[in-house]
């Protein structure tokens, strides 16, 4: 796993605005395993992308717009439904998002005549994180700075309410663990929940404060990584966003500097970083669904970078 650790983006895409978030289809759900979404001051962008290390007969990226969205709002985060597909007939495309005003927003389209939304509401502060259900998709899990964790079916309706000790700052559906949710809260806190019985069966307890995010590794899941005060954490039930193909591999951004985020990606076994990056003003974080590549949003450009296993 030699290579040089500072490196430039290896692929960008410009975009019309500001991205605030970003996020990769994260479902193998036929033709859409390539689906990515990425959302700006009032808009959010569909598209797809086709890399090098997929097909020997593309150079570097290939990206195409399918579908650009009024969102009338800035976005703050998004999330794919596992019913979207691009191999149906017609397409179909699901997702959600949250918003500066304090709403979820569930879109659907079929990249044509069709094209949805319905808002939930009930969060009375910012939301920091939300989710589909990853085995039906007919659940919508979000978190806030009103310290609640809501669950919402599809028709808008809470059908679960968890009270918090402070603001919810990570939230993560496991597809191998499909009643179970993950909570994290900035307090440094973060609890397993049982979505049968509604009661907490595990927490975790960061020293380190605040806690700012926390994913389920999607390899393994005895494996949670946090980002907390000035470090990174790794827990291990049995004795940050981890990569969807590699229980090793996770991501990190940070904000040294008032215009510049650093980007960096670690492995388990590195005490150093594999991989540094830096950001002007970088927003957003998701992995690519098969390959090591990670991509984030910028002042008017989606950055991709690649390492190696």
């Given at each position: ?11 960008t ?29 009032n808009y ?59 709403k ?9 005549d ?19 259900d ?7 899990a ?27 700052m990570?939230?993560?559906?496991h ?15 973060i ?14 307890e ?6 700012m ?97």
């Amino acid at each position: 796993m030699k290579q040089d650790a500072t490196r430039n983006a290896a692929y960008t895409v410009d975009c019309e605005d500001y991205v605030h978030v970003v996020e990769f289809n994260p479902f193998d759900t036929g033709d859409s395993g390539n689906l990515i979404a990425y959302g700006g001051n009032n808009y959010v962008v569909i598209g797809t992308c086709t890399f090098q290390e997929e097909e020997a007969d593309i150079e570097g990226l290939q990206y195409k717009t399918l579908q650009t969205i009024h969102h009338g709002i800035r976005v703050g985060g998004i999330a794919w439904s596992p019913e979207t597909r691009l191999d149906s007939l017609p397409p179909v495309i699901k997702f959600c998002t949250s918003a500066a005003d304090m709403k979820i927003r569930l879109f659907t389209s079929d990249l044509q005549d069709k094209n949805e939304y319905k808002v939930l509401e009930g969060h009375s502060d910012f939301i920091n994180g939300l989710v589909f259900d990853p085995k039906e998709g007919h659940g919508i899990a979000s978190v806030s700075d009103d310290h609640t964790c809501r669950i919402w079916n599809l028709d808008g309706v809470q059908t679960s309410h968890f009270a918090l000790n402070s603001p919810g700052m990570s939230v993560c559906w496991h597809p191998e663990e499909s009643f179970k949710l993950m909570v994290a809260e900035k307090n440094g806190t973060i609890r397993f929940y049982d979505l049968m019985s509604q009661q907490a069966i595990l927490s975790l307890e960061s020293e380190q404060i605040p806690l700012m995010s926390a994913h389920w590794c999607l390899k393994n899941t005895f494996k949670v990584g946090a980002v907390a005060g000035n470090d990174w954490l790794i827990w291990d039930i049995t004795r940050s966003r981890w990569s969807t193909i590699n229980e090793n591999l996770f991501a990190t951004t940070g904000y040294p500097g008032k215009m510049a985020s650093q980007f960096q990606i670690h492995h388990l076994g590195h005490p150093q970083p594999i991989l540094l990056g830096s950001v002007v003003v970088g927003s957003g974080l998701s992995w690519h669904r098969t390959l090591p590549l990670c991509v984030v949003g910028g002042d008017h450009k989606l950055l991709f970078w690649v390492t190696e296993m």
